[in-house]
Structures are given as C-alpha cells and as structure tokens.
C-alpha cells in the first residue's frame, strides 16, 4: 500500500464506520489530471444505492477539508460486490475455498497473473492452489486480488 494509499484510508476509514459500515477497501488510481478514489463499504444487511450516497457526502466534507489529493479527481463509493477485491489478509482468510484471481507487482515463477482455489493465508503469505499444485505467494507482492464468483453457489 502506498504512502498515499494509507493516507486516505486513515481519512476515509474512521467516517465509513462511524456510520455504521464496514470499511472494505481502498484503491487510489492516480490518472493525469484526474485520479481515482474508489472506496468499498460492506455491512451484514447489504449495501444499497442510498448507503453509498451518504458515505460519499461525508467522505467529500472530509476530503475537502484535509486536501489529501491536490489534483482532480473522482470519489466513488461502492460495495464490494460478489467480485470483491481482496485488501487483507484477514479478507484472504475469510474467503479461503473460493476461487481467486490474483496480479503480483512482480513475476514469480515466471509469472504475474494467477487463478485457483485459495487454500488459506499463512504467516504472511497467500496459498492458492492451480491444478493441484500449491503456490505461496507473499502478500506483499500482491496488487490486485479478486474474488471470482460462481453463481452455482448462490442461495435463492
């Protein structure tokens, strides 16, 4: 996570769950002129249109006030979806047994993009197994995970 990254999210995170949410993730994309702040907000009930409105009406006062992003740029506001992005550990934890895509910073065996079951987090690292073979990726060198939904799984 970058300098910038934390900053935001030491800014962003006290106001999502003082409103009751949790505070999923970040991602800071800085674009030129005009960047990127996507913010993920989750909660046990779901999150709606209305949920994610408030949380941007708050976050902009906030951002507004501090001016963390000198540039332009656009605030969105979203839920994690069924294709969530991965940001901790903790999160990989969570989701072990679910198919997983993952982007390193760097090749490792070779290679930066891998798909396969998340076979669970240990110390500080990502197991993912790929046709029956397990890797152990360090989570530092992770840039992007995502889950990959099966709609086979869902109920209802």
């Known amino acids: 996570m970058s300098v910038k990254q934390q900053v935001l999210e030491q800014l962003t995170r006290p106001v999502v769950e003082g ?8 991602e800071y994309i800085p674009q030129g002129n005009r960047s990127l702040l996507r913010i993920y907000i989750d909660h046990e009930e779901g999150i709606d249109v209305e949920d994610c409105a408030t949380v941007s009406r708050q976050i902009s006062s906030v951002l507004d006030v ?10 969105e506001v979203s839920s994690p979806g069924m294709d969530r992005v ?12 679910h198919e997983i895509e993952i982007r390193l910073s760097r090749p490792f065996e070779g290679r930066k993009k891998f798909k396969g079951l998340l076979n669970g987090v240990e110390d500080s ?3 993912l197994v790929i046709e029956e073979e397990e890797y152990v990726l360090p989570f530092e060198q992770i840039e992007k995970a995502r889950i990959i939904p099966r709609f086979d799984q869902i109920d209802g």
């Open 19 to 26: 409103l009751g949410f949790i505070f999923w993730g970040l």
């Open 86 to 97: 991965l940001f901790t550990l903790e999160q990989f934890a969570v989701y072990k047994g």
């Open 66 to 75: 501090e001016d963390p992003i000198q540039s332009n740029y656009t605030l």
């Open 125 to 127: 690292d990502v197991l």
